[in-house]
């Protein structure tokens, strides 16, 4: 009885709805992310272009505060729910194990997220997520076998954004759509911005890894440039504020993308 009344909570509407404000505020944070990079590509150099560096300009203007705590807000309700799949199944995808770790890994990451958020809400001055990575990097490489952790790690960081691509380009997100509640128009756009965004962030992710890789390869700590510093070496190459342009218009896409799963994802 004890356990049926758990698995009961973990599926009401709260908990549903703390899964819907952390899709809402994911899209928010990556549509500013977006925006920092698509100013990139122009040639301005804008606050860094990672979850952090949103975090800390909604923080800088007025009623930042507040939307920054409903962002935190969303985001650690987004682990909530991620967590409450872990526990009683995926939608969607049934009880099996892999979308189960799957989402204990996906809550972990915006439960870190949202501690973020708490630690700019405390102090918006505080170091950057490029300094934090390569600080971190730097402290595991200094173990005897550190570099092969590293080396790992941004291994399955480039393996997890080629599984978005693929899931992007084939389109596997449908099945998580309420379909039937879904206008025929409101489906293809959500399509369209899926497929762009999906696979614009998968290969962001890629890039990402391929930096963690090249750290551990080199032995610098440096290498390990985070989202930010990753788009802006991708700027400063050969007709890279071109590819960077592209990128940015696939995470705002993949923003917009994320408050039609807030309205029709199944939870």
């Keep these: 009885m004890r356990m049926t009344g758990v698995r009961q909570a973990a599926r009401s509407k709260e908990i549903k709805g703390l899964g819907r404000l952390g899709f809402a505020a994911r899209a928010t944070i990556y549509l500013l992310i ?3 990079a698509l100013l990139l590509g122009f040639g301005h150099r804008p606050p860094e272009a990672d979850q952090r560096g949103a975090m800390q300009e909604v923080a800088q203007h007025t009623g930042g505060f507040l939307l920054l705590l ?6 650690a309700g987004y682990a909530v729910w991620r967590w409450s799949e872990a526990a009683f ?3 969607g995808q049934g009880k099996s194990a892999g979308p189960r770790l799957q989402s204990v890994g996906r809550g972990a990451v915006y439960a870190a997220l949202a501690v973020n958020g708490v630690n700019v809400l405390v102090n918006s001055r505080t170091q950057s997520q490029a300094q934090q990575q390569q600080l ?9 076998a550190g570099r092969w952790a590293v080396g790992i790690a941004g291994a399955v960081v480039i393996v997890i954004g080629l599984v978005l691509v693929v899931e992007g380009v084939m389109r596997r997100f449908k099945k998580y759509f309420k379909l039937d509640e879904m206008p025929l128009l409101a ?5 369209v911005l899926g497929t762009i965004g999906t696979t614009a962030r998968g290969l962001v992710f890629a890039l990402t890894g391929f930096f963690v890789v090249k750290a551990a390869w080199d032995y610098n700590s440096q290498d390990a440039r985070g989202l930010d510093g990753a788009l802006r070496h991708l700027a ?7 590819w960077v342009g592209f990128v940015a218009a696939g995470l705002i896409a993949f923003g917009l993308y994320g408050y039609c799963e807030a309205l029709w994802r199944r939870t």
């Design 136 to 144: 971190l990097t730097a402290r595991i490489m200094q173990h005897p």
């Design 89 to 91: 199944g995926v939608v």
């Design 236 to 242: 400063d190459s050969d007709h890279g504020r071109l």
């Design 70 to 75: 409903a962002l935190t807000i969303g985001l």
């Design 187 to 191: 489906r293809r756009i959500v399509w």
């Design 34 to 36: 977006g925006w920092f």
